[in-house]
């Protein structure tokens, strides 16, 4: 379940982050780890713990150092310690920067507990901030963007 929100600037710039789950499979980020889109260690993390879980969480990425955002993953390996969905995390994909290099946060602009229910013990795994999204500045005239409305998906 997730939702999205578009992100507009006067200037006709707009970025629509989704969040949360449901949108790409857990085979589909499994492939792409695989194949070593979020680098080598991953691959090779992936292949010496074949048996984790994977969840992934569509979030936006902020770079607290320079104010860059995108659109981005939070994918998480966890272990299954009991049934019923409770997992531990054992590591999560950390997202460079593509400016400057540096770790970016990880958002999910949305303290709806209907679409992310933060007392779930499903949420202690994850690793991306819920609400309190940085101001975002427009990369092209540098205003600040508005958010606009939003769209839900199972
Ligand atoms: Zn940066
Ligand atoms: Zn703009």
Do not use: N
Request: charged share 30%.
């Amino acid at each position: 379940m997730g939702i999205g929100f578009t992100y507009k600037c006067q200037c006709g710039y707009s970025i629509e982050p989704h969040y949360g789950g449901g949108f790409f499979s857990e085979s589909y980020v499994e492939e792409e780890i695989k194949k070593g889109k979020f680098g080598s260690k991953w691959k090779e993390f992936r292949r010496e713990h074949p048996d984790l879980k994977i969840q992934e969480d569509g979030v936006l990425c902020f770079c607290p150092s320079c104010g860059f955002f995108k659109k981005g993953f939070d994918i998480r390996f966890v272990k299954e310690i009991e049934k019923w969905e409770k997992y531990e995390l054992i590591a999560s994909v950390e997202v460079p920067c593509d400016k400057c290099g540096a770790e970016m946060d990880l958002y999910l602009d949305c303290e709806d507990e209907y679409v992310f229910p933060a007392y779930h013990p499903d949420w202690q795994t994850r690793r991306c901030k819920l609400g309190g999204i940085p101001r975002l500045r427009c990369p092209e005239c540098g205003r600040t963007l508005k958010r606009g409305g939003a769209i839900h998906w199972d």
